[in-house]
């Protein structure tokens, strides 16, 4: 395909490698974060963590949306979905996240989830079908969170009285902040998300870099960017100037996509977050907005109370913060596998355990 | 769950416009481009189109990487 299969040449791609293996030669080891959990699939999916030099390491960060949700987020989805005259719908790769007692995919064999490829599907179903109530799983970053905003708005064009979102929906500078800050994580670059940049731009890396002096580096997720990208950050630590430099400028801009950013904060605003295996992050979260309540399904809903278990045994927190590898867990692969996942990390496809678990066994 | 394809728009109508890109068509919404036109090539999402690509920039950074050392 047009300006993907480009940016998956195999000798370009060779070259780099060899160049990164020629500076980082004498390097003190290094800690690089990939944060975004498309970007780890990538480089799981082409092998590129292979190719780098034993003292520059790769870890993976907590980008990954669905593995980041809490499971008392799941299990109150659930619970929605048990309420007569609702259905839910989510992204595909929310169902097969276990909650505490079932999981979104056994709610769909009832016929009360559905599946969407866009949030546009189910404010249209909505629209067509006025005497249920559809709830739409708001997950994702800023990558996903303008089309959640658009169909909310339409909704409220509409004037539809029975289309509502569970927003738990995340930002991405506030975690990069923290793990900035994490003296265990040592992290001495970071490759930045290409899509939730594309709507942020740079202003937020910039902050980061100036206040803990940590390279940053926007890569696209095509292998050749990935390779481009860690080779500039090597660069950086190199010359001992961090600052934030922007590979993926085919796609993004300084000044993110306005359009996109003024949707988003009409429609959310900020709030804290909770991140599974993480914990609560400060401003970290997007709520429906003043103007916007009537569309809140936890405002507009009576939701029984729901009891959530705790993972034991389970480090995905360690795992999503790049403490520690899936194969320094007891559960992986044997208790955790993708078709019986227990932990946040094994659930998504992109997920660094699910991640792990394709591409290396 | 932030992967996104780059596709050509092939049509546009209001909001929405048609893309495609290896065979593959789509129907999606343009609400948050400015200026969108027939021929430029997009980034979509979850039916959206999240910003344009900058092909001048994309062959840059296609010559940059032959010449890189």
């Given at each position: 395909?047009?300006?993907?299969?480009?940016?998956?040449?195999?000798?370009?791609?060779?070259?780099?490698?060899?160049?990164?293996?020629?500076?980082?030669?004498?390097?003190?080891?290094?800690?690089?974060?990939?944060?975004?959990?498309?970007?780890?699939?990538?480089?799981?999916?082409?092998?590129?963590?292979?190719?780098?030099?034993?003292?520059?390491?790769?870890?993976?960060?907590?980008?990954?949306?669905?593995?980041?949700?809490?499971?008392?987020?799941?299990?109150?989805?659930?619970?929605?979905?048990?309420?007569?005259?609702?259905?839910?719908?989510?992204?595909?790769?929310?169902?097969?996240?276990?909650?505490?007692?079932?999981?979104?995919?056994?709610?769909?064999?009832?016929?009360?989830?559905?599946?969407?490829?866009?949030?546009?599907?189910?404010?249209?179903?909505?629209?067509?079908?006025?005497?249920?109530?559809?709830?739409?799983?708001?997950i994702g970053f800023e990558t996903t969170v303008p089309t959640v905003a658009a169909s909310v708005k339409y909704a409220k064009k509409k004037k539809l009285k029975n289309f509502f979102i569970y927003s738990g929906?995340?930002?991405?500078?506030?975690?990069?902040?923290?793990?900035?800050?994490?003296?265990?994580?040592?992290?001495?670059?970071?490759?930045?998300?290409?899509?939730?940049?594309?709507?942020?731009?740079?202003?937020?890396?910039?902050?980061?870099?100036?206040?803990?002096?940590?390279?940053?580096?926007?890569?696209?997720?095509?292998?050749?960017?990935?390779?481009?990208?860690?080779?500039?950050?090597?660069?950086?630590?190199?010359?001992?100037?961090?600052?934030?430099?922007?590979?993926?400028?085919?796609?993004?801009?300084?000044?993110?996509?306005?359009?996109?950013?003024?949707?988003?904060?009409?429609?959310?605003?900020?709030?804290?977050?909770?991140?599974?295996?993480?914990?609560?992050?400060?401003?970290?979260?997007?709520?429906?907005?003043?103007?916007?309540?009537?569309?809140?399904?936890?405002?507009?809903?009576?939701?029984?109370?729901?009891?959530?278990?705790?993972?034991?045994?389970?480090?995905?927190?360690?795992?999503?913060?790049?403490?520690?590898?899936?194969?320094?867990?007891?559960?992986?692969?044997?208790?955790?596998?993708?078709?019986?996942?227990?932990?946040?990390?094994?659930?998504?496809?992109?997920?660094?355990?699910?991640?792990?678990?394709?591409?290396?066994? | 769950?932030?992967?996104?394809?780059?596709?050509?728009?092939?049509?546009?109508?209001?909001?929405?416009?048609?893309?495609?890109?290896?065979?593959?068509?789509?129907?999606?919404?343009?609400?948050?481009?400015?200026?969108?036109?027939?021929?430029?090539?997009?980034?979509?999402?979850?039916?959206?189109?999240?910003?344009?690509?900058?092909?001048?920039?994309?062959?840059?950074?296609?010559?940059?990487?032959?010449?890189?050392?």
């Amino acid at each position: 395909m047009k300006y993907i299969d480009e940016f998956r040449n195999i000798s370009i791609a060779t070259k780099i490698t060899e160049l990164i293996q020629r500076e980082a030669r004498g390097l003190k080891p290094v800690n690089f974060m990939e944060v975004c959990g498309t970007h780890t699939m990538a480089v799981e999916r082409f092998g590129i963590r292979k190719t780098l030099p034993d003292n520059v390491r790769l870890i993976s960060g907590p980008g990954c949306p669905v593995c980041v949700t809490p499971k008392d987020y799941i299990d109150k989805a659930i619970a929605m979905a048990d309420i007569e005259n609702i259905i839910v719908f989510s992204f595909g790769d929310m169902l097969k996240v276990p909650g505490t007692s079932s999981s979104l995919l056994k709610q769909r064999s009832k016929g009360k989830v559905k599946i969407v490829y866009s949030p546009l599907d189910s404010v249209q179903f909505a629209e067509k079908n006025q005497d249920k109530k559809i709830i739409f799983l708001g997950i994702g970053f800023e990558t996903t969170v303008p089309t959640v905003a658009a169909s909310v708005k339409y909704a409220k064009k509409k004037k539809l009285k029975n289309f509502f979102i569970y927003s738990g929906h995340k930002i991405m500078p506030p975690a990069m902040e923290l793990l900035a800050k994490d003296k265990e994580v040592n992290i001495k670059g970071f490759l930045c998300p290409a899509h939730v940049s594309a709507i942020i731009g740079v202003k937020y890396y910039r902050i980061i870099c100036r206040r803990y002096n940590i390279p940053c580096v926007i890569s696209g997720f095509e292998p050749l960017d990935i390779l481009q990208s860690i080779l500039m950050l090597i660069r950086q630590v190199k010359s001992k100037k961090a600052k934030v430099e922007n590979q993926y400028s085919r796609v993004v801009k300084a000044s993110g996509n306005i359009m996109a950013l003024r949707l988003i904060y009409e429609v959310f605003s900020i709030s804290d977050s909770d991140w599974r295996g993480i914990g609560v992050i400060k401003n970290s979260g997007l709520v429906l907005s003043k103007g916007y309540r009537d569309f809140d399904a936890e405002k507009n809903m009576d939701l029984p109370d729901v009891k959530t278990s705790v993972d034991k045994g389970c480090i995905c927190g360690s795992v999503l913060k790049g403490i520690k590898t899936p194969l320094d867990c007891k559960l992986f692969s044997k208790r955790c596998n993708p078709d019986n996942p227990y932990g946040a990390c094994m659930v998504s496809s992109e997920g660094i355990c699910a991640a792990y678990y394709r591409y290396r066994k | 769950m932030c992967l996104a394809i780059p596709m050509k728009i092939l049509k546009i109508t209001l909001d929405r416009a048609v893309v495609s890109s290896g065979g593959i068509r789509r129907t999606i919404g343009v609400n948050f481009l400015k200026n969108p036109r027939v021929g430029d090539y997009v980034i979509v999402h979850a039916g959206f189109a999240i910003e344009k690509l900058d092909t001048v920039k994309a062959e840059e950074t296609l010559k940059l990487l032959e010449e890189i050392q």
